[in-house]
Nanobody
Framework: QVQLVESGGGLVQAGGSLRLSCAASGSIFMNAMGWYRQAPGNQRELVARVTSAGSTIYADSVRGRFTISRVNAKNTVYLQMNSLKPEDTAVYYC?????????WGQGTQVTVSS
Protein backbone atom coordinates (compact mmCIF):
# COMPACT_ATOMS: atom_id res chain seq x y z
CA GLN A 1 0.00 0.00 0.00
CA VAL A 2 1.32 3.40 -0.96
CA GLN A 3 1.71 6.03 1.73
CA LEU A 4 2.40 9.69 1.03
CA VAL A 5 4.17 11.57 3.81
CA GLU A 6 3.97 15.35 3.64
CA SER A 7 6.01 17.94 5.48
CA GLY A 8 6.80 21.63 5.39
CA GLY A 9 3.54 23.37 6.18
CA GLY A 10 3.22 26.10 8.77
CA LEU A 11 2.48 29.73 9.50
CA VAL A 12 4.12 32.48 7.48
CA GLN A 13 3.56 36.17 6.89
CA ALA A 14 2.34 37.45 3.56
CA GLY A 15 5.22 37.71 1.13
CA GLY A 16 7.08 34.85 2.77
CA SER A 17 8.02 31.43 1.48
CA LEU A 18 7.45 27.81 2.38
CA ARG A 19 8.58 24.53 0.85
CA LEU A 20 6.39 21.46 0.96
CA SER A 21 7.74 17.95 0.53
CA CYS A 22 5.96 14.69 -0.14
CA ALA A 23 7.60 11.29 -0.20
CA ALA A 24 5.84 8.18 -1.48
CA SER A 25 6.66 4.90 0.22
CA GLY A 26 7.43 1.76 -1.72
CA SER A 27 9.33 1.15 -4.91
CA ILE A 28 6.49 1.31 -7.43
CA PHE A 29 7.13 4.16 -9.81
CA MET A 30 4.78 7.10 -9.65
CA ASN A 31 3.43 8.67 -12.80
CA ALA A 32 2.09 12.15 -12.18
CA MET A 33 2.60 13.71 -8.76
CA GLY A 34 1.12 16.93 -7.56
CA TRP A 35 -0.37 19.19 -4.93
CA TYR A 36 -3.97 20.14 -4.30
CA ARG A 37 -5.38 22.47 -1.67
CA GLN A 38 -8.66 22.98 0.12
CA ALA A 39 -9.65 26.08 2.02
CA PRO A 40 -12.60 26.07 4.45
CA GLY A 41 -15.88 26.10 2.55
CA ASN A 42 -14.18 25.51 -0.78
CA GLN A 43 -13.69 22.50 -3.00
CA ARG A 44 -10.31 20.86 -3.31
CA GLU A 45 -8.43 22.39 -6.22
CA LEU A 46 -5.33 21.60 -8.20
CA VAL A 47 -2.32 23.73 -7.34
CA ALA A 48 0.39 22.13 -9.47
CA ARG A 49 1.20 18.81 -11.05
CA VAL A 50 4.31 17.27 -12.63
CA THR A 51 4.60 14.17 -14.79
CA SER A 52 7.42 11.66 -14.62
CA ALA A 53 8.85 13.32 -17.73
CA GLY A 54 8.90 16.69 -16.01
CA SER A 55 5.95 18.39 -17.67
CA THR A 56 4.20 20.77 -15.29
CA ILE A 57 0.87 22.51 -14.97
CA TYR A 58 -0.10 25.22 -12.50
CA ALA A 59 -3.26 26.86 -11.34
CA ASP A 60 -3.51 30.40 -12.68
CA SER A 61 -3.57 31.75 -9.13
CA VAL A 62 -0.10 30.39 -8.31
CA ARG A 63 1.71 30.49 -11.63
CA GLY A 64 4.90 32.53 -11.31
CA ARG A 65 4.96 32.21 -7.51
CA PHE A 66 5.01 28.44 -6.94
CA THR A 67 7.38 25.88 -8.43
CA ILE A 68 6.81 22.14 -8.43
CA SER A 69 9.65 19.67 -8.82
CA ARG A 70 10.29 16.00 -8.23
CA VAL A 71 13.05 13.46 -7.78
CA ASN A 72 11.93 10.31 -9.55
CA ALA A 73 14.49 8.08 -7.89
CA LYS A 74 13.06 9.03 -4.51
CA ASN A 75 9.39 9.19 -5.52
CA THR A 76 9.40 12.62 -3.94
CA VAL A 77 7.70 15.81 -5.02
CA TYR A 78 8.30 19.35 -3.76
CA LEU A 79 6.36 22.59 -3.90
CA GLN A 80 8.32 25.80 -3.44
CA MET A 81 5.90 28.56 -2.55
CA ASN A 82 7.09 32.16 -2.77
CA SER A 83 5.33 35.50 -2.40
CA LEU A 84 2.62 33.83 -0.35
CA LYS A 85 -0.71 35.57 0.02
CA PRO A 86 -3.44 35.19 2.66
CA GLU A 87 -5.63 33.56 0.01
CA ASP A 88 -3.09 30.73 -0.23
CA THR A 89 -4.18 29.62 3.24
CA ALA A 90 -5.47 26.06 3.00
CA VAL A 91 -4.73 22.44 3.73
CA TYR A 92 -2.36 21.21 1.04
CA TYR A 93 -2.63 17.59 -0.10
CA CYS A 94 -0.07 15.57 -1.96
CA UNK A 95 -1.35 13.36 -4.76
CA UNK A 96 0.40 10.64 -6.70
CA UNK A 97 -0.73 8.28 -9.40
CA UNK A 98 0.59 4.84 -10.29
CA UNK A 99 -0.70 1.65 -11.88
CA UNK A 100 -2.93 1.07 -8.84
CA UNK A 101 -4.64 4.44 -9.09
CA UNK A 102 -4.63 7.72 -7.17
CA UNK A 103 -3.11 8.12 -3.72
CA TRP A 104 -3.46 10.99 -1.27
CA GLY A 105 -1.53 12.31 1.67
CA GLN A 106 -3.23 13.37 4.88
CA GLY A 107 -2.64 17.04 4.25
CA THR A 108 -0.50 19.78 5.74
CA GLN A 109 -1.80 23.15 6.89
CA VAL A 110 -0.44 26.31 5.32
CA THR A 111 -1.51 29.56 6.94
CA VAL A 112 -0.51 32.95 5.56
CA SER A 113 -1.12 35.94 7.81
CA SER A 114 -1.68 39.43 6.47
Amino acid sequence: QVQLVESGGGLVQAGGSLRLSCAASGSIFMNAMGWYRQAPGNQRELVARVTSAGSTIYADSVRGRFTISRVNAKNTVYLQMNSLKPEDTAVYYCNANNIFGDHWGQGTQVTVSS
